[in-house]
């Protein structure tokens, strides 16, 4: 990692990277990664699989090393001589990592002891702050994925840190663990601390983030306050009868609309590309020729926003693309990837 | 030293460090309670009387000595290597290097308490193997006056010590092979082929073989080698305990030296 220069009007971030690359090889996975996470906000950290995420996580926290690029962490340049800047920091790479034949209690005093110096009157307080007390002197390996997970959260703020990095921190999670990880993050949030969160629940992130940053191969594509974004990319859902799908999304086309037919078990929905206030004109468009809508519902919606940006979009016959790059069906025809 | 004491902690609650012990122990038990029982039938045996040195004091010190630096190697390979292993493969390395702990440190500690581990382990299969010779000793009808041989007792606490050294060395081995391996079962299995393949080798390179890692810390103990009927030539226990730290060191230098360097993902 060759951050040795602080990067000029960084300050007053929690994660500052400036063109961050790393290869696997042939395979690029970050091509000039810029983030500015400013502190004490919830960060969220969007993108498709294989776009980079795991990657930028693994280097935030020293386990593998740039090829070129930056990277600030807390305002101070982290290289790799500087290891002790992760004693402010607190991470859950993929998954939790434990000794699967100690109990939580033991798991957390065994890491307790590697990095920043950590009282074990703090691990009783954590397995306490994740609900696991009860089963605290049980071994990890009978422990269920979602209670893995409370250990593998507590286990990030054992050092008490500035700046939380957690990678899908909500996987396994029942309804009401996940309610309880917001709050605490939340509260974290609220006390100053920097949470930065890589998830592909784009519900989850909408709760929880104040800023979003999406990545898609290997490069930010988009990063800003969450409501900013979802205002910028409004979508109306228009529902006409099934045997009139082609001639409105015929019309909507000629009137200048971005039109995509929704998948065939929506019944006759439509979705526009369009801010919600326009919603009207879609229907005056409809109705002038002779197409009455039975429901119209403007949306803003971090999934299309999601799937515009990073080009893996639904490809309009009910099926949906798992590759970065799908083809879009515009007005019942397939076309390439929306120029952004 | 807090690293250090969590490191011995966990392997003292590990159900790989009891199972070793116990195997060494009970493999030993087996074969000293066997020699006990069927003396009469060993002694009529060709070099059967050799086999009842086993039970019979003092020499049985060395003899239990030597066993445990065989197999006890072995098994020394296989631990060092699932320690290893198993903090890649649990991703227990990476929460710590999250933590900002030093890699090499960490490394180099978890070996630290390995090391300590199998000592503990030698004193324990060593005993339970003398408890055993005189069981054996007894049912053989063999007296256990050179118990107290005050020589061979003298004797003891060097042999235990180069002995300890030996298979820390193996041990080290079998950690250095994992760390590479990045995994716990290919370091295992290149551990265990290392270990049969240089005995292999000694057949045809047995000038070379010797100063091989397994060869000189079976020879670090005088009159302590496995066997082998002359094929393999042993070097001098003074130039096999240089040999042997050569190989501790070394290996441990490139663990260390990997782990610092790695990329550490999964």
Not at chain 1, 262 to 279: F, H, I, K, N, P
């Amino acid at each position: 990692m060759t951050a040795t220069a602080t990067t000029a009007g960084s300050s007053g971030l929690a994660v500052a990277t400036r063109a961050l690359h790393k290869r696997y090889g042939p395979r690029v996975a970050l091509a000039g990664l810029d983030l500015s996470v400013p502190n004490g906000v919830v960060y969220g950290f969007l993108g498709p699989n294989g776009a980079g995420k795991t990657t930028t996580m693994r280097l935030l926290t020293g386990l593998i090393h740039a090829d070129s690029g930056t990277i600030e962490l807390l305002g101070r340049p982290f290289g790799q001589g500087d290891r002790r800047r992760l004693f402010e920091v607190g991470a859950l790479i993929e998954a939790p990592a434990f000794y699967p034949f100690l109990s939580g209690r033991e798991n957390l005093r065994a890491l307790a002891a590697t990095g920043a110096p950590t009282p074990w009157s703090r691990v009783d307080e954590l397995l306490e702050v994740v609900g696991l007390t009860e089963r605290a002197r049980d071994r990890v390996s009978t422990y269920s994925l979602g209670m893995k997970q409370r250990l593998g959260i507590a286990a990030a703020l054992l050092s008490d840190p500035k700046l939380l990095l957690l990678d899908e921190p909500a996987n396994g999670l029942d309804p009401a663990g996940i309610v309880a990880m917001r709050d605490t993050l939340r509260n974290l949030a609220s006390a100053g601390k920097t949470v930065f969160v890589s998830s592909h629940i784009l519900g989850e992130v909408r709760q929880l983030a104040d800023i979003v940053g999406i990545i898609a191969q290997g490069r930010l594509v988009r990063e800003g306050p969450i409501e900013e974004l979802l205002t910028s990319r409004g979508r109306v859902r228009v529902r006409v009868k099934q045997d009139e799908v082609g001639a409105a999304l015929a019309r909507l086309e000629g009137g200048g609309f971005r039109a995509v037919q929704g998948s065939t078990s929506d019944d006759g929905w439509l979705s526009v590309a369009v801010e919600g206030d326009r919603a009207s004109e879609i229907n005056r468009s409809l109705a002038q020729a002779g197409i009455y809508a039975s429901a119209l519902t403007a949306e803003t919606d971090l999934e299309s926003v999601f799937l515009e940006l990073t080009g893996a979009t639904p490809t309009g016959d009910g099926q949906r693309s798992f590759g970065s790059a799908g083809a879009t069906t515009v007005a019942g025809q397939t076309s390439g990837q929306d120029p952004q | 030293m807090r690293l250090f004491v969590a490191g011995l902690r966990k392997l003292v609650r590990r159900p790989a460090s009891y199972v070793s012990v116990g195997l060494l122990a009970g493999l030993l038990s087996l074969i000293l309670i066997a020699v006990g029982a069927t003396a009469k039938q060993t002694a009529e045996r060709p070099n059967g009387a050799a086999a009842l040195l086993l039970v019979t004091f003092p020499q049985a010190y060395t003899l239990i000595l030597s066993f445990i630096l065989g197999l006890g190697g072995l098994i020394a390979v296989i631990y060092g290597a699932a320690v290893a292993g198993s903090e890649w493969n649990w991703g227990t390395l990476k929460a710590a290097v999250a933590r900002g702990e030093s890699r090499s440190r960490y490394a180099l500690l978890t070996f630290a308490s390995v090391a300590l581990l199998i000592g503990v382990g030698l004193v324990l299969a060593f005993l339970v193997g003398t408890l055993m010779a005189v069981v054996g000793a007894s049912l053989a009808g063999i007296s256990t006056s050179g118990l107290s041989n005050s020589d061979a007792l003298g004797r003891l606490p060097d042999q235990f010590g180069r002995s300890w050294i030996a298979v820390v060395e193996e041990g080290a081995l079998g950690f250095t092979v994992a760390t590479l391996a990045r995994s716990q079962l290919a370091g295992i299995g290149a551990g265990i082929a290392l270990y049969f393949g240089e005995q292999f080798a000694s057949i045809f390179l047995p000038d070379i073989v010797k100063y091989l890692p397994f060869n000189a810390a079976t020879a670090v103990v005088e009159n302590a080698g496995t066997g082998g009927g002359g094929i393999i030539q042993r070097l001098e226990p003074g130039l096999a305990l240089w040999v042997v730290l050569a190989w501790l060191f070394g290996s441990l230098f490139v663990a260390a030296l990997f782990t610092e360097r790695a990329d550490i993902s999964g």
